[in-house]
């Protein structure tokens, strides 16, 4: 994925919601002033200034339509406003003790510092979630995981900063660093581990769980085997794939089926196995850490560059 298109992926592209339904754990998208419940379009701006505010891009469910063919999982997908949070479906839901297990909450494309600036995006930060880290409706063994999806400068290698708030977050551990080696599948990967649910079948599967999480549940760290390959990749160029206007390889790529058995011992959903079993995709899913990037494409995948 290289551009900001209005994407959709096919209904047999499974996500972590299929995942947490499998054990019925609740969960929503929270995004920042999205005009209404289950909005499906690419952008919604401020309608006083003009400027971005709402964008499809920053909304991962919105983009499947596993997601967006089924009312109720549409209406999982709200808003939240600090505009006016009387009107905000995040605060009302806070205010009810109705929020869910699991949350993934997006800011606007100011207060996220994609076009503003990090100290703008860090105080949006505090003003929002500072108040909920003392608010009993929120702090009921929750942890934070507050990212980003990428740096500033296409020219660095992505390496981006991953903070971890919360009451469940051992006191012991509170002002520490984790050198683990973690990535954007460690964030289904842990809850994955957490709740016991099963697997995509795709790069969560090797992925590294949240180390303070992974003790409980008896899930291994691993580390790169070549700390010089490690440091070859770059995570800041595409691969060819079905997302990617440049050309190459268009084919959707399947679910590693034989992952099923992995190292951890979750399964992959059962679902995902009835549906992929008699495909002839391709794959290039692995039981490990060591995800591919544009430099070091999977085989079959390589980018094309533009003329």
Known sequence: MENDGFLRAPRNVSTVIDLLETRGISWAHYQEDMPYTGF??????????????????HNPAIMHDSVTYSEHRLSQIKNLSMIDTSRSLFHQDLKQNKLPQWMFITPNMTSDGHDSSVTTAGKWCRTFLEPLLHDRNFMQKTLVLVTWDENEKYADRNNILGILLGDAVP????????????NHYSEIATVSANWNLPTLGRWDVGANVYKFVAKKTGDKLRAWRSKQQ???????????????????????PKPNLALDKCQHGRPILQAI?????????????????????????????????EE
């Open 40 to 57: 499906e379009g690419l952008k919604y701006k401020n309608q006083k200034t003009g400027a971005n505010d709402y964008v499809r891009k």
């Open 230 to 252: 490690l440091q070859a990749m770059h995570w800041n160029w595409s691969y060819a794939g079905v997302f990617n206007e440049q050309g190459g390889n268009k084919a959707w």
């Open 171 to 182: 006191r012991r551990l509170r002002g520490s660093e984790d050198k683990t080696f973690y």
């Open 273 to 305: 196995k009835d549906a992929y079993k008699h495909s002839d995709a391709p794959t290039y899913y692995e039981d490990s850490i060591e995800v591919p990037d544009g430099l070091f494409p999977p085989k079959g995948y390589e980018p094309v560059e």
